[in-house]
């Protein structure tokens, strides 16, 4: 049975960032960084590349796992809603 009083129906501001892609992709960012501290260089990278990339490879694995949680199957929409958020 559920507890009908503990249900206000007011307007609750959140500091979460479930629907701001950007949001997302940095929070996951900063748990990467950590996870692969030992196994990347100061650029986020895996291999010395000699003409620097646009995103590190932290920053693809960043995305692609945001876009995993997110549902978001498009890299069409992906990069749309990024643009947009």
Same mark, same amino acid.
């Given at each position: @049975?559920? /507890? ?9 501001? $959140? $500091?979460?960032? @479930?629907? /701001? *892609?950007?949001?997302?992709?940095? @929070? $996951? *960012? =900063?748990?990467? #960084? %950590? #996870?692969?501290?030992? &196994?990347? &260089? %100061? ?11 646009? @995103?590190? /490879? *932290?920053? =693809?694995?960043?995305? #692609? ?7 978001? &199957? !498009? %890299? /069409?929409?992906?990069? !749309?809603? *990024?643009? $947009? &958020?």
């Amino acid at each position: @049975m559920t /507890d009908f009083q503990c249900f206000k129906f007011e307007k609750i501001k $959140t $500091t979460s960032a @479930m629907h /701001d *892609l950007r949001a997302m992709c940095r @929070m $996951t *960012l =900063v748990y990467a #960084v %950590d #996870v692969f501290r030992n &196994d990347t &260089d %100061d650029n986020g990278n895996f291999h010395f590349y000699p003409t620097t990339a646009r @995103m590190s /490879d *932290l920053q =693809v694995i960043t995305l #692609v796992i945001t876009a995993k949680y997110a549902c978001i &199957d !498009s %890299d /069409d929409w992906l990069f !749309s809603n *990024l643009r $947009t &958020d």
